[in-house]
């Protein structure tokens, strides 16, 4: 609301001043500033609120240290995140943006999954909270949603580079040109940036035109199949590593900060054609977005790092998972997930494995036996007697590390 104040001011009185907001950088810094003051000031407002309705977590014993005293702590903290989230950007972000729209509507539709699982745990007295199957529906129909708007919507597009000996006449021509210049018109594309391959590119309308070409036309088919397959595992994978404190707000702000380079550089015409990465027009104004959702993950770390005074639950968990699966959707980078998103990953394998092994045993052997002390993994090290605070850290440290490599896979063709 701000941008347009200020852009109206700009354009009928020259207001001074006022042309910053027209700059994503400066509007992504003020809204990174106010997100963290918001989760940090108001965030323990909203932490006696939660006492008050007595929505401390009920802690199952699972024979960990220091479970015990976890006891009552409040939950649904994830309202802070969302919070300090959507208001920074309801002031600063450019609202008929379509990846701004789509990405309010991921928080409010997972924030609404993950509360109501919350509200049925306390209130209702379900441990269970809301089935598996209401939260995969729900998970199933924002992926419809995603999927469907990213592929029909006409804003959506992307620019691609000019073949190499067009670039190198205009070049002789204009050493000093553009590099918007270089790029084709805005088209209509089902590419996705996948690492480690000749020209880091992959058409998804590939899976299926190899059969007979005249299938391109149903390629959206598969490319919102893959936006659920996408969104269903990256919550579910944020959701797992909700266990410890900070663990999954720390490694969710080192995930969406590096998403938030990619948005950045993908929507500029100059970095796109220095790194040559897929330039996609109006994605850079998701930044102020991101820039908002770290401010408030780190606002919120303030209060649960160990000892936590509040967990995030499903609330928050489900929310930072869909948004974290959205972002890397719309900048074209969802299938560097499995790299950016690695201490995601080990959390669902941990459980996968360990299930899986438990039931193939017990069907063969008559007793179950299992590969982890427990699962999710992080569990697994404190049963071998790792502080949390020294899980969480080195935990943080790899998810550094995984975001570099995912940075640099963008050199490696």
Request: with cysteine.
């Amino acid at each position: 609301m701000l941008y347009y104040l200020f852009d109206y001011l700009e354009k009928q009185f020259q207001f001074p001043g006022a042309s910053l907001f027209g700059f994503i950088t400066f509007r992504a810094a003020f809204a990174m500033i106010l997100s963290l003051l918001i989760s940090t000031i108001y965030g323990k407002r909203i932490i006696r609120f939660l006492q008050k309705k007595q929505m401390g977590e009920t802690i199952r014993d699972l024979g960990l240290e220091g479970q015990k005293e976890k006891a009552g702590t409040p939950t649904m903290g994830g309202l802070i995140i969302i919070l300090a989230t959507l208001i920074p950007v309801m002031l600063f972000a450019r609202l008929e943006n379509v990846y701004i729209i789509l990405l309010i509507v991921t928080t409010l539709w997972m924030g609404t999954i993950g509360f109501v699982d919350d509200y049925l745990k306390k209130f209702k007295n379900d441990k269970e909270g809301l089935k598996g199957r209401f939260k995969v529906l729900g998970q199933v129909g924002l992926g419809i949603i995603v999927g469907a708007t990213l592929f029909f919507h006409p804003d959506v597009t992307m620019k691609e580079k000019l073949p190499l000996n067009e670039q190198q006449i205009l070049l002789a021509e204009n050493p000093n040109i553009s590099p918007s210049k270089l790029f084709q018109d805005e088209i209509k594309s089902t590419k996705t940036t996948i690492p480690f391959v000749k020209n880091n590119e992959f058409d998804y309308a590939d899976l299926i035109t190899w059969i007979n070409p005249e299938w391109a036309k149903y390629a959206w088919v598969v490319f919102i199949l893959a936006s659920i397959f996408i969104i269903t595992a990256v919550s579910n994978g944020a959701n797992l590593t909700d266990g410890i404190d900070g663990l999954a707000a720390g490694t969710s702000a080192i995930i969406v900060l590096t998403l938030g380079i990619f948005a950045f550089v993908s929507g500029r015409t100059d970095f796109s054609d220095y790194l040559n990465i897929m330039y996609v027009p109006s994605i850079g104004e998701i930044t102020i977005y991101i820039a908002a959702f770290v401010g408030a993950l780190i606002g919120f770390l303030w209060y649960n790092t160990y000892p936590a005074q509040v967990f995030m639950g499903d609330t928050g968990s489900l929310t930072i998972g869909g948004i974290i699966a959205v972002i890397a959707i719309a900048v074209r980078k969802e299938w560097l997930i499995p790299v950016l998103c690695g201490v995601f990953l080990a959390e669902n394998l941990s459980v996968v494995m360990q299930v899986s092994w438990f039931k193939y045993t017990k069907k063969k052997f008559g007793e179950g036996r299992r590969i982890f002390k427990m699962s999710p993994l992080h569990h697994h090290y404190q049963k071998l007697g790792y502080h949390e605070s020294k899980i969480v850290t080195r935990f943080w440290i790899v998810g550094i590390l995984l975001a570099i490599l995912s940075i640099v896979t963008l050199k490696i063709r």
